[in-house]
């Protein structure tokens, strides 16, 4: 499996006023590149968008599903065909009869019992990085982009340009450099997860530039 995840929460709802373009295409490509996929019962329509294309061309090597009850995970194995890991879509919802792990929005939220735990990371938002953890191999980061913030901050736009390298290339390689298990991005196009397939691994002397930009950004959704 790709440590990328297709995240879809805009196959089905606008996502700061834009859905996805061609949603098959883009589990088309996400598919040759191995990539897990992670929906919800939230993203309005994006669940039966992903269960159509998995019936018509083979489901995705690993789905990611996301709610707060059993009734609703029910609901979505129908719609999707099967679910691989079931997330809580808030921490005081978890449940480990049900769930595999927790979508944390608060570092308070208890994560004791979760074999998975989804944080925000990015270079705008850092905070998780100091909640420690068993083992990196049990937490998926997503919002890696700060719901477009990145791509508005003059210091980033600097360093894009100083180091030759592009801000979604600064974002996946500073997200990487602590070995999640997984990555969840959110495209608007084929050719946006193009673009982040085919992102250049990024220098470790990039990295303490990067570190100095932490606003600890709170978001409680997001790419």
């Known amino acids: 499996m790709s440590v990328l995840i ?6 089905g709802v606008e996502y700061k006023g834009r859905k996805v373009q061609d949603p098959h295409g883009v589990l088309g490509l996400a598919a040759v590149a191995g ?4 929906t919800a019962r939230a993203y309005g329509v994006a669940e039966r968008i992903v269960g159509e294309w998995g019936e018509s061309n083979g489901y995705p090597s690993l789905i990611i599903g996301k709610g707060n009850s059993l009734f609703e995970k029910r609901l979505s194995e129908r719609i999707l065909g099967k679910i691989d890991i079931y997330l809580a879509h808030s921490g005081e919802c978890f449940d480990p009869s049900i769930h595999d792990g927790l979508s944390a929005y608060e570092r308070t939220d208890d994560d004791s019992d979760a ?18 953890t ?16 990145v791509f508005e901050r003059p210091a980033l736009k600097r360093i894009a340009a100083d180091t030759g390298f592009s801000i979604v290339e600064l974002c996946l390689g500073f997200v990487r450099h602590h070995k999640p298990a997984g990555i969840v991005v959110g495209v608007d196009s084929v050719a946006q997860l193009d673009e982040i397939m085919a992102a250049r691994p990024l220098p470790a002397e990039v990295l303490p530039e990067l570190a100095k930009l932490d606003e600890r950004l709170d978001l409680r959704a997001g790419r």
């Open 115 to 132: 074999k998975i735990v989804e944080v925000p990371l990015s270079i705008l938002d850092q905070r998780w990085m100091s909640v420690p």
């Open 35 to 38: 990539m897990a996929v992670e």
């Open 6 to 11: 297709l995240g879809t929460a805009n196959f």
């Open 134 to 149: 068993t083992s990196p191999s049990r937490r998926l980061v997503r919002s890696i982009f700060a719901r477009g913030a």
